[in-house]
């Protein structure tokens, strides 16, 4: 079984729907991050989350809005969805204890289409 | 602000060769990491190989190796045997460590090299 798990893995939506994307791991570990990837940008992080009660804004948060709903599950919501909110979206996990806690692990992606 | 780049959009192999993808990045830390990650068809990303930069050693998976040159800020992938499971986009990235203050915790992502594996 996938450590790193999304759903949907492929959405289509309409302008002004609200959705929400969701991701769960199975590591244990207390980070967890979400990514847009667009083609030639390579990823950019929305938001990212070291705890259940700790929320970040990453460098493109506008538009998006998050819920870590447990230590093992953090959502992504799009309030109202846009065109340019067409994307792959990944979700991320690290483990904070030591060293090791700097490599981040990739759920398999969600692919969202806005009409 | 961190910036890193992959000057090959594009690079191919013949399979059993060996093939070198570039990564140079811009920081003005002593501590940070760097990591090379895969995204095949399949679009998951799966990291290949990461690198200390506390660590002289080039770091070694198999195949892969990395050329880790800090004063040029170079950190290239090296695949030996290439094989067709190889295709893939690849990804440098980098890292801060999470103690050396601030907020930016994110990795910051080259724009990726595609590599072909010809048989």
């Known amino acids: 079984d996938a450590d790193v798990t999304q759903t949907p893995r492929n959405r289509i939506t309409k302008t002004g729907k609200r959705i929400m994307l969701e991701c769960s791991q199975t590591k244990g570990h207390d980070r967890m991050y979400w990514y847009r990837q667009d083609p030639g940008l390579g990823l950019r992080l929305i938001y990212y989350s070291f705890d259940v009660k700790d929320i970040n804004k990453g460098e493109i948060s506008d538009g998006y809005s998050v819920s870590r709903q447990a230590q093992a599950k953090f959502s992504l919501s799009l309030e109202s969805a846009i065109p340019n909110q067409t994307a792959l979206y990944f979700c991320?996990?690290?483990?904070?204890?030591?060293?090791?806690?700097?490599?981040?692990?990739f759920g398999p992606g969600t692919r969202l289409l806005v009409l | 602000a961190q910036t890193v780049t992959q000057s090959q959009p594009e690079m191919s192999v013949q399979e059993a060769e060996t093939v070198t993808l570039s990564c140079t990045y811009d920081t003005s830390e002593s501590d940070y990491y760097l990591f090379w990650y895969k995204q095949p068809p399949s679009r998951q990303m799966i990291l290949v190989i990461r690198q200390e930069a506390y660590k002289q050693q080039n770091a070694t998976e198999n195949r892969f190796s990395v050329n880790f040159q800090k004063a040029a800020k170079s950190f290239s992938l090296k695949i030996s045997d290439s094989q067709l499971g190889d295709a893939a986009m690849y990804f440098c990235a980098y890292r801060r460590p999470l103690n050396s203050g601030g907020s930016n915790y994110k990795l910051t992502f080259g724009k990726g090299t595609l590599l072909t594996v010809n048989p």
């Open positions: 991320a996990t690290s483990d904070s204890n030591g060293r090791r806690g700097e490599t981040q692990y």
